[in-house]
C-alpha cells in the first residue's frame, strides 16, 4: 500500500510539478546563485531518477490499491497535506520557503498553488490506479464476489417468484390449486 499510495504518486509528483515550474520560470523554483554550488546535475538525481524507477516497478510488480479507490486516494491527499503544512510552516514561522516561488504569491495565490499541488497528487494516484488496471487487470475481491453474489440471488429470486406466478396461472387453468 505504500507503494500505491505515496511512492508512486509522490515521486511522479515530485518530478512533474518540479521540472513543470522549472521550464516555466528556473528563478521560481531555484534560488539566484545556487548553481555556483551546486551543480544542474543534482535537480536530475533529486527530480528525475526516480521517475523510471517508479514506472518499472508499476510494470514489473503487480501493486494491490486499496478498495474502494478512494480510500487510498484519501492517503494519498493526507500525505501532500502534511508536506504541503511542513511547507508553510517552515515558511511562516522560519522564514525559510523551500520554493522561491512561495515567496512572491500572496495568501490567496499560495492557497491556489498549493490546493492545485494537492489535486495533481491526488490525481496521480488515479493514474497509477489506471496504469495499474491496465498491466495487471483488476483483482476480484471478496467485496466483489459478495455484490456478485447479491446481484445472482437477485436475479434467483425474480426467476423463483416468475416460475411460482406460471404455475399458479397454469393451475388455474387446469381448475385446481397452484400448491
Request: proline share 6%; hydrophobic share 45%; net charge positive.
Amino acid at each position: 500500500m505504500v507503494f500505491t499510495t505515496v511512492a508512486f504518486p509522490v515521486g511522479m509528483f515530485v518530478g512533474i510539478v518540479f521540472w513543470a515550474l522549472y521550464l516555466h520560470d528556473k528563478e521560481s523554483m531555484i534560488p539566484p546563485g545556487y548553481e555556483k554550488y551546486v551543480p544542474p546535475m543534482r535537480n536530475h538525481m533529486m527530480h528525475t531518477v526516480m521517475m523510471p524507477f517508479l514506472l518499472y516497478e508499476m510494470a514489473s510488480c503487480r501493486h494491490e490499491y486499496p478498495r474502494p479507490a478512494w480510500r487510498g486516494a484519501a492517503v494519498t491527499a493526507a500525505v501532500e497535506l502534511v508536506y504541503l503544512a511542513w511547507l508553510l510552516f517552515l515558511g511562516i514561522v522560519a522564514g525559510v520557503w523551500s520554493y522561491p516561488i512561495l515567496q512572491v504569491l500572496p495568501p490567496l495565490g499560495k492557497a491556489l498553488f498549493l490546493a492545485t499541488n494537492m489535486s495533481v497528487g491526488v490525481a496521480l494516484y488515479y493514474v497509477g490506479w489506471w496504469m495499474s488496471g491496465l498491466r495487471w487487470g483488476r483483482k476480484r475481491t471478496e467485496e466483489d464476489e459478495e455484490e456478485e453474489e447479491g446481484e445472482e440471488g437477485k436475479e434467483a429470486e425474480r426467476r423463483k417468484r416468475a416460475e411460482t406466478k406460471r404455475r399458479e396461472q397454469r393451475a388455474r387453468q387446469k381448475g385446481r390449486k397452484w400448491y
